[in-house]
T-cell receptor, first 113, second 119 residues
């Protein structure tokens, strides 16, 4: 059974700092991995999707990397801003799993002024 | 990107009543939709996979008679929580994949969620 873990569970940083969020998964047979942002009481905003054949994806200040063999992905946020404060979730789509996503435990990020 | 909507965005009901939540794909047809549940300070857990024109597939531990799913059209799936109890209070989120979209990425698009509170 695929298990997805995110470290740290919570993170507080000053504005402007670069930071890295970690996601690990136990079964490397994934089809893709997605990073999402969730604001309190809200739905999910898709940030980046990395296919299994890709190593990284970039969007603005965000960069996500994927190392399938080691079961890890990182989300790098450059020059963090207070507006980046949210919970970040990673999710994996298992190969042959019928497109079902398994979500990680989430990292709650707070960027302080 | 593809847009998925949910209705209502929040609902409060009395214990023992049934509540229906709608999930719509607004600009694409979705043969498959997914229903997730999220308890406070926890991650999303897949409840069931909704297939257009056929029975839903439920994850282990999810009662199919309590959480009725109907996917009667290519743009609408409904989740009915029957005889709701306070422990069913949660955030319910649906997602859908656009089969005519990016066939390689398999990306899912998520609705904004429905907050259910059972008194």
């Amino acid at each position: 059974k695929q298990e997805v873990t995110q470290i740290p569970a919570a993170l507080s940083v000053p504005e402007g700092e670069n930071l890295v969020l970690n996601c690990s998964f136990t079964d490397s047979a994934i089809y893709n991995l997605q990073w999402f942002r969730q604001d309190p009481g809200k739905g999910l905003t898709s940030l980046l999707l990395i296919q299994s054949s890709q190593r990284e994806q970039t969007s603005g200040r965000l960069n996500a990397s994927l190392d399938k063999s080691s079961g890890r992905s990182t989300l790098y946020i450059a020059a963090s801003q207070p507006g980046d404060s949210a919970t970040y979730l990673c999710a994996v789509d298992i190969t042959g799993g019928g497109n079902k996503l398994t979500f990680g435990t989430g990292t709650q990020l707070k960027v302080e002024l | 990107g593809a847009v998925v909507s949910q209705h209502p965005s929040w609902v409060i009901c009395k214990s023992g009543t049934s509540v229906k939540i709608e999930c719509r794909s607004l600009d694409f047809q979705a043969t498959t939709m997914f229903w997730y549940r999220q308890f406070p300070k926890q991650s999303l857990m897949l409840m069931a996979t909704s297939n257009e024109g056929s029975k839903a597939t439920y994850e282990q531990g999810v009662e199919k008679d309590k959480f009725l799913i109907n996917h009667a059209s290519l743009t609408l799936s409904t989740l009915t929580v029957t005889s709701a109890h306070p422990e069913d209070s949660s955030f319910y989120i649906c997602s859908a994949r656009d089969p005519a979209g990016d066939m390689v990425s398999n990306e899912q698009f998520f609705g904004p969620g429905t907050r259910l509170t059972v008194l």
